[in-house]
């Protein structure tokens, strides 16, 4: 019905040129007064539930399952409580990039940061990461890891990857199924969604939109993009290399350390009730 983003105040088909209201009502359809018995009010676009959590609106399709609001659970308050107030945010940047592995191996890499030590030194200077400061929890359809700030003796030089100051102490990661990821980093008002799109059995599309408050300089969202786009490229070699692995048919079966992987496991059971259900 309608490609790209912005505003409008119909909904025209690019096919045929019908036109819908926003409430998904028939208005017109070229033609149609030739035809006999013809009704715009028999033709009604297709009801989808829609729903928003701060900025983002979510459609789905689906009539009998949970609400967005029992999906989300706890998360949006634990978020607030670690500072992601969407009230101050405002959309600045998107970008999308692909990645050559399956869309559950990518939402794997996000649910863990046992990785994080080797793979992402920037981050690991910037963030504690030590299995006793990086804190994990899940509820039904959501989890979510926060982390405060490292902490480094007086006078060391951290070479840290921007400039942290700001209302925000801690970093946040929230998941919520199947594929919708919400980032706080910490320094000033800030917030990044990434969505990780399947686009074929070993192809993601990621999707990430940067949001920032009025107290941001254009140096730090700067330096801020580029710290994400840094640690998205080092994930995305993690990720690829997984899915070449996988693809060998020579890994029979892993095995996951259920305190600093805890969030994959429960990844790993909702992936297992989905596929049950469709069954
Ligand atoms: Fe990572």
Same mark, same amino acid.
């Given at each position: 019905?309608v490609?790209?983003?912005?505003?409008r105040n119909v909904l025209q088909?690019?096919?045929?040129?019908w036109t819908y209201d926003l409430d998904?009502r028939l208005i017109s359809?070229?033609?149609?007064?030739?035809?006999?018995?013809?009704?715009?009010?028999?033709?009604?676009?297709?009801?989808?539930?829609?729903?928003?959590?701060?900025?983002?609106?979510?459609?789905?399709?689906?009539?009998?399952?949970?609400?967005?609001?029992?999906?989300?659970?706890?998360?949006?308050?634990?978020?607030?409580?670690?500072?992601?107030?969407?009230?101050?945010?405002?959309?600045?940047?998107?970008?999308?990039?692909?990645?050559?592995?399956?869309?559950?191996?990518?939402?794997?890499?996000?649910?863990?940061?046992?990785?994080? /030590?080797? !793979?992402? #030194?920037?981050?690991? %200077?910037? =963030?504690?990461?030590?299995? *006793?400061?990086?804190?994990? $929890?899940?509820? +039904?359809?959501?989890?979510?890891?926060?982390?405060?700030?490292?902490?480094?003796?007086?006078?060391?030089?951290?070479?840290?990857?921007?400039?942290?100051?700001?209302?925000?102490?801690?970093?946040?990661?929230?998941?919520?199924?199947?594929?919708?990821?919400?980032?706080?980093?910490?320094?000033?008002?800030?917030?990044?969604?990434?969505?990780?799109?399947?686009?074929?059995?070993?192809?993601?599309?990621?999707?990430?939109?940067?949001?920032?408050? /009025?107290? !941001?300089? #254009?140096?730090?969202? %700067?330096? =801020?993009?580029?710290?994400? *786009?840094?640690?998205?490229? $080092?994930?995305? +070699?993690?990720?690829?290399?997984?899915?070449?692995?996988?693809?060998?048919?020579?890994?029979?079966?892993?095995?996951?350390?259920?305190?600093?992987?805890?969030?994959?496991?429960?990844?790993?059971?909702?992936?297992?009730?989905?596929?049950?259900?469709?069954?």
């Open positions: 019905m490609q790209g983003s912005g505003r088909c690019h096919y045929h040129a998904g359809a070229p033609r149609s007064e030739r035809e006999e018995g013809f009704s715009t009010s028999d033709f009604c676009l297709q009801p989808v539930r829609v729903d928003s959590f701060g900025p983002f609106v979510f459609a789905n399709v689906s009539t009998d399952t949970p609400s967005l609001s029992e999906c989300l659970g706890e998360m949006p308050a634990r978020m607030l409580a670690d500072g992601l107030d969407f009230s101050a945010l405002v959309a600045v940047e998107r970008s999308e990039w692909v990645v050559e592995a399956n869309w559950k191996i990518v939402v794997e890499n996000f649910d863990e940061c046992y990785h994080c /030590p080797v !793979a992402h #030194p920037s981050f690991s %200077r910037l =963030m504690a990461v030590d299995p *006793v400061s990086y804190a994990l $929890e899940s509820g +039904r359809w959501w989890s979510r890891a926060s982390t405060p700030l490292r902490i480094w003796p007086e006078g060391h030089a951290a070479d840290l990857p921007y400039d942290p100051t700001g209302p925000c102490n801690a970093g946040q990661f929230g998941f919520l199924w199947p594929n919708f990821t919400l980032v706080q980093n910490p320094g000033p008002d800030n917030a990044m969604a990434l969505y990780f799109v399947p686009v074929a059995p070993e192809r993601t599309l990621v999707i990430s939109e940067y949001l920032f408050g /009025p107290d !941001a300089s #254009p140096e730090v969202i %700067r330096d =801020m993009v580029d710290f994400n *786009v840094l640690v998205g490229a $080092e994930d995305q +070699r993690l990720v690829e290399s997984v899915q070449r692995g996988l693809s060998s048919n020579r890994v029979p079966q892993g095995r996951l350390l259920l305190d600093s992987e805890r969030l994959i496991a429960h990844f790993h059971r909702l992936v297992a009730e989905a596929l049950s259900a469709a069954a």
